[in-house]
């Protein structure tokens, strides 16, 4: 199997937490015409307060709404893992997936949760992150690591830089100022989660925590990150 040469892959623990985290992001980097790839890790069947919805029900609604929310960013494809909701174990297996992508789709930039948010975090986020990060360094870069996909094909890949969305400590921020309402139209798009008009006091709110994490630069909203560059 041929490597792919991908600009970002965005892996997500659920449907809907990358807007949340990075689309604004995203939207600049397919906009100059970066190749992008979102990895959705579950299938988001237990994110309802609807007593009668069901689980296999909510996993394909939720599908088609990050289906809809990435073709409004521009990203170039969406790979569902499917695993279940609040399912996620820190496995070889799942690991071993990441590690096949991230080996067959090459990215420069990895974009995860981060798995070191302190107290109150889902804890698909931090499995989701800590295994993303396992699978870039060292498991993607070790030829030893997983040789049953060296005959697949798949060759070692040393990503450059990995960027974790949520962190208590950033050291770098995307300007979103131009890209701030493609971002909100991208998570209205997941309405079982936001409504089918998502309420304007969630708009305000997530504006306000934009203008926060700009605090301090030269533009108004900002996406906040901690930035990891790889020596080569």
Known sequence: MAGKQTDMMVITPHPDDAEFGVAGTV?????????VVYVVCTNGDKGTSDRNMKPQELAKIREQEQLAAAKLLGVSEVIFLRHPDQSLEDTDDFR?????????????VVVTASPYRRYMWHRDHRITGRVALDAVFPFARDHLSYPELLEEGLEPHKVKE????????????????????????????HKSQVGNEMPPEMKER??????????????????????????R
């Open 27 to 35: 939207v600049q980097w397919t906009r100059a015409g970066k190749n």
């Open 96 to 108: 071993k997936e990441l590690v096949r992508l991230i080996r067959q789709y090459r990215p420069e």
């Open 162 to 189: 990995v960027w974790l969305w949520a962190a208590d400590d950033t050291n770098y921020r995307s300007n979103i100022t131009e890209t701030f309402d493609i971002k909100m139209a991208a998570l209205g798009c």
């Open 206 to 231: 997530l504006r306000q925590r934009a203008e926060t994490m700009a605090k301090g630069e030269d533009f108004e909203l900002a996406e906040a990150f901690y930035r990891i560059q790889f020596r």
